[in-house]
């Protein structure tokens, strides 16, 4: 039977929203309250480095009134590594993070960043906390984050839902590929594994489908459908879409 998936909901562009003007409003705590009526296991946000959206006001807010779960993605840096070992979220997804960037491109050089990652990852699994790694669907850095012993990885989606929506169907299929396959090598290495990076209703539900895949994590979209349909009903419809996804798979028709 597969393992039931988790929604997280990544608050990110709530507070994009609420800085492009200042003040207090939209909130983000009221946005991940919502999302988590609506049927959001857990909530997402990161704190970057220069503070462009989530701020550690949010971060100590969230912890402090949230009654879920909280995955901080944060860089590994010494001093998001400080935060996380004082406020203590559940979890941590250590991604990639530059200045000029829009948002988070790519996903970690695991294998290249080996010894820089490994402390931050020990240190971080000591104080409990439950560590992934935001990575491309590639074997070598899949293996390399079990070697790590990092307790989850969240495979970066970006390019399969670009390539769907460009058109682009071979490469879309390629990367849907290398994403079934990668879930599937990481399930046997015995990391938990995660998706996330441009998922809509539509590649929700399909990715939904591998049973190796426990938890979905999607930000910018929801927010984006906020816009025209409310938040809490941008959730229950991407609940919905997981489901679906899921049910497939029970039953046997997953691709």
């Known amino acids: 039977m597969s393992a039931p998936i988790r929604l997280g909901i990544n608050i990110d562009h709530v507070a994009t929203l609420r800085n492009a003007r200042g ?12 999302a ?6 857990n909530i997402t946000a990161h704190l970057r480095e220069d503070r462009r959206h989530i701020r550690d006001d949010d971060i100590a807010r969230l912890i402090a009134e949230l009654e879920c779960p909280l995955n901080l993605e944060m860089a590994a840096t010494t001093e998001m590594q400080a935060i996380a070992l004082k406020t203590k979220p559940h979890a941590a997804c250590l991604v990639p993070e530059k200045r000029e960037e829009r948002t988070t491109e790519g996903g970690l050089d ?13 240190e971080l699994v000591d104080a409990g906390i ?3 790694l935001f990575i491309a669907a590639e074997r070598r850095q899949i293996e ?3 070697r790590l012993r990092s307790p989850a990885i969240e495979i970066h989606v970006g390019a399969w839902c670009d390539a769907l929506t460009e058109g682009r169907m071979d490469d879309a299929e390629a990367e849907w590929r290398c994403i079934r396959d990668g879930a599937r090598l990481a399930q046997e290495l015995g990391l938990e594994v995660h998706a996330g ?6 590649t929700a539900e399909r990715i939904a489908a591998l049973p190796e895949i426990v938890e979905l994590n999607i ?8 816009v025209f349909d409310g938040l809490g009903e941008s959730v229950r419809r991407m609940r919905e879409a997981m489901d679906k996804g899921r049910a497939a798979s029970v039953s046997g028709r997953a691709p």
């Open 144 to 146: 390399a984050a079990s």
């Open 110 to 122: 695991v294998v290249a960043q080996h010894n820089m990652l490994a402390p931050v990852v020990a």
């Open 197 to 202: 990076h441009g998922l809509n209703y539509e």
């Open 36 to 41: 988590v009526e609506a049927g959001a296991n």
């Open 23 to 34: 003040g207090a409003h939209p909130d983000p705590l009221k946005a991940a309250k919502l």
């Open 219 to 226: 930000g910018h979209f929801i927010v984006g459908e906020a």
């Open 130 to 132: 439950r560590v992934s």
